[in-house]
């Protein structure tokens, strides 16, 4: 089964970005066999953070479940360096990262800004297995970060 994932992401309006350079020593995306591991991927538009600061803080978590919905943009950019995102079969993980203030605990909720556009897109084979963690801080004092793992088909 093959996904036209340019095609389910106009249908939301959105459209899958150039991937975003690494911001340290690594490679924004590995492939092994048949599966691809991103990097954590910030919430980056044309090279300039979408968003800064902390959930729950000067970020609300509404905006905060769309920068997610950027880092997955851009996990699946990564994803295109080293393979066909219209051959991705599964989407296997999702962790993401939440900046949040102290206290603040509803990182499930800005996680599924990716998580659901996965599901837009693959429908069940988008529904992953994942982890909302919240941190400290993340790089470039950004709101959240999103990891992607992925199953390529032949």
């Known amino acids: 089964m093959s996904v036209d994932v340019r095609a389910k992401l106009a249908e939301l309006g959105l459209e899958l ?4 350079k690494p911001v ?4 924004p995306a590995v492939r092994t066999g ?6 954590g991927q910030l919430p980056l538009v044309n090279g300039e ?5 902390k959930v729950g803080g000067s970020v609300t978590p509404e905006r905060a479940k769309e920068l997610a919905q950027i880092c997955a943009l851009n996990a699946l950019a990564a994803v295109e ?5 219209n051959k991705i079969s599964k989407v296997v993980r999702v962790v993401g990262y939440v900046n949040g203030a102290p206290g603040y605990v509803a990182q ?8 659901e556009l ?6 069940e084979a988008g529904k992953h297995a ?6 400290a801080e993340l790089p470039l004092d950004s709101p959240v970060e999103i990891e992607l793992t992925v199953e390529i088909a032949d």
């Not at 970005?17 to 975003?20: E, R, Y």
């Open 130 to 135: 994942r982890s909302a963690i919240g941190v």
């Open 81 to 85: 360096l080293v393979a066909d995102v």
């Open 24 to 27: 340290a020593a690594y490679v």
């Open 49 to 53: 953070m979408a968003g800064t600061g």
């Open 108 to 115: 499930p909720a800005v996680v599924n800004g990716a998580s």
């Open 118 to 123: 996965f599901v837009h897109i693959w429908g």
């Open 34 to 39: 048949n599966i691809v591991f991103t990097a």
């Open 17 to 20: 970005p150039v991937a975003a």
